[in-house]
């Protein structure tokens, strides 16, 4: 097989994106991770200012993230905006507890979120950073990633679409590859996967705004502890069981958080990450003393396969 020049890729990426809006205008769905990045800046190159970059604030984002990626973003003189949607999205999920229904009901509100930005704007296309895994997953009936919509059948003129998606043939590590040809910071282009669906696909049953609170702050800690170790992924999730602790002596029947850390190159195999014990147990005193309605921290021990990366 050719090897994968990432330069030669990028000039024919922008041929095409020329060739396809042509004195068009764009819109660009932004989550903050490396793959919805390299597809703005490319995009950028080609549509300057008739390319807007939205960053739809969902509530199911890691801390900060907002403003860290309009910060990026407006370093590189990209028009970037931000659409808070929270109340939607948590409308969208509530009362959902099956994993499958809860990625569909997130895809459904994702896209009708932005089919009524791209009306707004008046803009021609959508341009958006699926990469060839969240594709592949989707059509062999793993799980449904929250950016497949053609591929599978959907119509995305249902939403009012016109979709070009410039990364759909490649893995994640080509993606970081071309990162770095286009000059973006390290700290992007080596960014730490994160699932579209956000804190919904780490939140186990329902998806609440108190549930995906307590689940961001347990990423925060994970992250900032393991981060230096440079895995592959890294987050918490919440689980909907419950188990009994201990509270000022009485009983405290709380919650459960599982840390997890992977190694893999294209997350369609992964390996877990032999963190050092005292690590672990930082991040376990820091999740009892800092999110109190816990009561037990786990590791999750499972490659995949058998496991997957998320949870649901
Ligand atoms: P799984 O859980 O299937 O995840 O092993 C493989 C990689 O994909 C990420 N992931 C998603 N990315 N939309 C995305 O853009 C999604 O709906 C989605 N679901 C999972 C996951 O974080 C991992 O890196």
Redesign the pocket.
């Known amino acids: 097989m050719k090897k994968f020049n990432a330069r030669n890729f990028v000039k024919e990426k922008i041929v095409e994106i020329k060739k396809e809006v042509g004195s068009g205008k764009a819109l660009c769905a932004l ?1 903050g ?1 490396v ?1 919805s990045t390299v597809a703005a800046v490319l995009a950028h190159q080609v549509l300057g200012n008739r390319l807007l970059s939205l960053f739809i604030d969902d509530g199911l984002m890691r801390e900060n993230e907002a403003k860290d990626v309009t910060t990026i973003f407006n370093a590189r003189g990209i028009r970037t905006e931000v659409l808070s949607a929270q109340n939607n999205f948590f409308k969208a999920l509530k009362d959902i507890e099956d994993p499958e229904e809860k ?1 569909k009901a ?1 895809r459904n509100i994702f896209y009708r979120t932005l089919g009524s930005a791209v009306k707004r704007e008046r803009a021609d296309y959508l341009i958006q ?3 060839a ?2 594709i592949s ?1 989707t059509k062999k009936g ?6 497949v919509l053609g591929q599978i059948g959907l119509s995305p003129k249902k939403y009012g679409l016109k979709i070009i998606e410039p990364l759909r043939t490649l893995y ?1 590590d080509q993606v970081r590859e071309v990162a770095r040809s286009l000059g973006l910071p390290k700290k992007l282009s080596e960014r730490m ?5 956000g804190l919904a ?1 780490r939140v186990i049953g329902e998806v609440t705004p108190e549930r995906v609170k307590m689940v961001r702050k347990a990423t925060k800690i994970v992250e900032d502890e393991i981060k230096k170790l440079k895995p ?2 890294t987050f918490a999730v919440l689980l909907r069981d419950k188990a009994t602790g201990i509270a000022k002596g009485k009983r405290h029947f709380g919650n459960i958080i599982v840390i997890r850390s992977v190694e ?1 190159k294209d ?2 195999t ?1 390996k877990v990450t032999k963190v050092p014990w005292r690590i672990l147990e930082k991040i376990e005193k820091r999740i009892i003393k800092e999110i109190p309605s816990v009561v037990k921290v786990l590791y999750d021990l499972t490659p ?1 396969p058998p496991s ?4 649901i």
């Open positions: 989550s991770g793959d990625r997130f950073g699926t990469i895994a969240d997953e793993i799980k449904t990633q929250h950016n994640k996967p994160f699932p579209g669906p696909t592959f992924q893999s997350a369609i992964a995949k997957t990366i998320e949870y």
